[in-house]
Structure formats: C-alpha cells, structure tokens
C-alpha cells in the first residue's frame, strides 16, 4: 500500500458519500475546496471510465496495473493511451473533456 493508494481509495469513499453527482458550478468554493474537488473529479473520472478494465486499487485486471505507471509512461504517453485506446483498450478522446483528460492523466503520470 503506497500513499497515493490510500488516497484514491479515501477520494472514492468521500466521492461516494458527499454529494452524489451535483455539480459545483453554482457554488464559489474556497481555494482548499476548489482542490478537493478536483481530486474528487479524478476519482470519478477513474471510477466512470477505467476500473472496470484496471481495477479499484488500479491493480488491473482486463487491462494492466496501473500503480506504478508513472515509471513507464510518462503524462503525454498516458494521454495518448487514453485518447487513442489499443491493444485491447477503448479509446476515450470523445467521452471525456480535455481539461479531465489531462487530469487524469497527471493524476497517474505521478504514481510511481
Ligand atoms: C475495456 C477495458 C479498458 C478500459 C475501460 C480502460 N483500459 Fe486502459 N488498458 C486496457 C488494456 C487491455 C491495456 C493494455 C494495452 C496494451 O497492452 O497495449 C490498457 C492500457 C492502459 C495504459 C498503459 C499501461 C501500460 O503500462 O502500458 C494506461 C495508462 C491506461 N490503460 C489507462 C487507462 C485509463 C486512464 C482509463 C480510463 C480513462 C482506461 N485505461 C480504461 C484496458 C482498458
């Protein structure tokens, strides 16, 4: 268990429990805020579009571990693999936002 595990594994749970699927774009929230709501994001991005394939704890399953695939790949490489797929992975260039894409996508590029 390494620490960023730990953290999605609490993002998911606080995700889950606080407030559903509303939106925050009404609501002008304090810089913390706006932070946790971003990480809160990626952790539904994940959940939504890629733990079927590589897994609740990015452990993987149909597709690879993710845990460490910031030693691999670094974020325009991530980017890539999501936008285009391949080798048995969905492309995602037209279901997800660029600005989530990219987070994401940093989001894994640091897990190492
Ligand atoms: C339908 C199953 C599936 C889904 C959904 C899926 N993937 Fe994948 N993913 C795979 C497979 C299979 C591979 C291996 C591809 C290969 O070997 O070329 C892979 C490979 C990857 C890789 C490269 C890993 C490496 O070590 O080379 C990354 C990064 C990745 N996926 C991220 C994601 C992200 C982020 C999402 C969500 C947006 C996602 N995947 C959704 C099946 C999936």
């Known amino acids: 268990m390494n620490i960023s595990k730990l953290i999605v594994v609490g993002i998911v749970a606080l995700s889950l429990?606080?407030?559903?699927?509303?939106?925050n774009d009404t609501t002008a929230p304090s810089p913390s805020a706006a932070v946790k709501a971003d990480s809160a994001n990626?952790?539904?991005?994940?959940?939504?579009?890629?733990?079927?394939?590589?897994?609740?704890?990015?452990?993987?399953?149909?597709?690879?571990?993710?845990?460490?695939?910031?030693?691999?790949?670094?974020?325009?490489?991530?980017i890539k693999q999501i936008q285009k797929g391949g080798g048995g992975m969905p492309p995602f260039q037209v279901?997800?936002?660029?600005?989530?894409?990219?987070?994401?996508?940093s989001w894994l590029a640091q897990l190492k």
């Open 42 to 78: 990626i952790a539904t991005l994940y959940q939504n579009y890629c733990m079927s394939c590589h897994g609740t704890q990015l452990q993987g399953g149909q597709g690879p571990n993710l845990q460490k695939v910031g030693e691999r790949l670094d974020e325009a490489a991530i």
């Open 95 to 105: 279901a997800m936002k660029d600005e989530e894409l990219k987070a994401l996508a």
């Open 17 to 23: 429990s606080a407030c559903g699927n509303k939106h």
